[in-house]
């Protein structure tokens, strides 16, 4: 089993930065793919970013790219997004989820979920 557990998120103005913190337990982290989804107020679940497990290769979706940034840390056990030029239309809760597939993760079946952290961009 790996425990996720997401912190980071609040309340932030439009324009403004929050960093996005999932540590894991467990497991071997290093062992796992790891991504974060959103789920805005009546909205479907969304993939918003994934990280490979080395940490080389990143992706996000077109809605975040340029603005957020997926990184990790094997040693802290940590994956991050990093949020700058926040908009409103990024309140949602957040949730880190991780796989030892990296295909798996993407596309939103991952093994193991956080219980989320909510982010609230006001206009």
């Known amino acids: 089993q790996v425990q996720l557990v997401e912190s980071g998120g609040g309340l932030v103005q439009a324009g403004g930065s929050l960093r996005l913190s999932c540590g894991a337990s467990?497991?071997?982290?290093?062992?796992?793919?790891m991504a974060w989804f959103r789920q805005a107020p009546g909205k479907e679940r969304e993939f918003v970013a994934a990280?490979?497990?080395?940490?080389?290769?990143?992706y996000s979706t077109g809605s975040v790219k340029g603005r957020f940034t997926i990184s990790r840390d094997n040693a802290k056990n940590t994956v991050y997004l990093q949020m700058n030029s926040l908009k409103p239309e990024d309140t949602a809760v957040y949730y880190c989820a991780a796989d030892s597939l990296y295909v798996t993760v993407t596309a939103g079946k991952a093994a193991y979920w956080g219980k989320g952290t909510l982010v609230n961009v006001s206009s």
């Open positions: 990280i490979t497990r080395s940490g080389g290769i990143t």
């Open positions: 467990g497991r071997t982290f290093s062992n796992y793919a």
